[in-house]
């Protein structure tokens, strides 16, 4: 360097900047796959009562609160992305919204597969993460790890250090490594893995899944996994975490009940045609809240949207025919929800 009298305040700055940018072109491409998306929903896990995801709320056909892998596995790559992105990785991700591969709408798994590999492959990315949950019958639990088979040393290497991490983050069940010839780890040109996070189909497993520190642990310890992989030493603290979004306060529970013979001839309701149903909308302290909007699906199938009152409360003019009356909170990442049974002549 030539003799230049430059405050030493500059020197140090210079300095940092050459080092992060140095150390910024050495660190490894990493492609993160979300698995699934769009009309491909992957697992689906039912929720238990009340739970609080963070995610857009999704139902079954009986309006019961679900949690669906695709929704999950997007949402853990996001939260690796950012971890990774922070660290000055580049990243690619395969799907950053409800959709196939590419971002384009779903039409078939295997142009869905091929847009994820090619994605990948192009780049070149040097490592490559795809992010699942599992399904089985509801006693399996655990998390495991997936490599093609015959994989090289390398691969293998990146495959144990992301199961012991989420091992040693998740503490669940360790389902270890294993070979299987799944279309994303076996058409990448770079060391790739295939993650199992959780089963859905558990019913403690889908409890934590919902959770979004835990999915933020998820990202956390592959993204120290793939630190450790790419030679940068001890990740530091990953288990924590702590950057996972504090939940809004939100609706802790929804009640049906039909209403009294006053207020349904009040309400202007032909008690021979119809009758009027109260929704009340709760928080976690009882306290009614107002303004929550609703979605309920009639003993006819018809679907309807309503909003509760300054008192909690909102009204639903049923049809008189037997079935279930279904109503759920029509909030992102809110699954609460309540069902009646319609009697086919009440009164
Ligand atoms: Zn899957």
């Known amino acids: 360097m030539p003799c230049v009298r430059a405050p030493r305040t500059l020197l140090t700055s210079l300095a ?36 609080v995801t963070g995610l857009e709320p999704r139902f079954n056909t009986q ?39 590419g971002d384009v709408p779903y039409t078939d798994v295997g142009s869905d597969l091929r847009a994820r590999t090619n994605l990948a492959n192009a780049r ?11 399904s089985a019958g509801t006693a399996a639990s655990g998390t495991e790890t997936y490599v093609k088979i015959g994989a090289p040393a390398p691969t293998q290497a990146l495959a144990a250090a992301i199961q012991r991490s989420l091992v040693a983050c998740l503490a669940l069940t360790d389902r270890g490594v294993k070979e299987r010839s799944f279309f994303v780890v076996r058409e990448t040109t ?11 189909s558990s019913p403690t497993d889908v409890a934590l899944l919902a ?62 045609k119809g009758d009027l149903w109260i929704v009340t909308v709760r928080d976690a302290t009882g306290k009614p809240m107002s303004s929550i909007p609703l979605r309920a699906r009639l003993p006819n199938g018809k679907g309807v949207s309503v909003t509760s009152r300054p008192d909690g409360k909102a009204l639903l003019a049923v049809p008189r025919r037997t079935g279930r009356l279904a109503v759920a909170v029509a909030m992102p990442g809110i699954a609460v929800s309540a069902t009646a049974q319609v009697p086919a002549r009440p009164r």
């Open 190 to 200: 770079m060391p790739a893995v295939l993650v199992e996070g959780g089963f859905l």
């Open 63 to 101: 309006l019961q609160p679900v949690l669906l892998e695709k929704d999950v596995n997007l949402d853990v790559a996001n939260r690796l992305n950012a971890w990774l992105m922070a660290r000055g990785f580049p990243t690619l991700m395969t799907r950053s919204t409800d959709n196939a591969g």
């Open 124 to 134: 070149p990315a040097e490592i490559f993460v795809s992010i699942h949950q599992n």
């Open 211 to 272: 959770q979004p520190d835990f999915r933020q642990k998820m990202a956390e310890a592959i993204g120290g996994a793939v630190w450790s992989y790419a030679g940068l030493g001890d990740p530091g603290p990953v288990c924590s975490g702590a950057g996972a979004a504090a939940p809004p306060p939100v609706p802790k529970a929804v009640t049906v009940a039909r209403a009294g013979r006053a207020l349904t001839m009040r309400a202007g309701i032909n008690p021979l």
């Open 16 to 51: 940092i900047a050459l080092a992060a940018a140095a150390s910024a072109s050495a660190l490894p491409v990493v492609a993160i796959d979300p698995g699934h998306g769009g009309a491909d929903s992957g697992a689906v896990g039912i929720l238990p009562p009340g739970a």
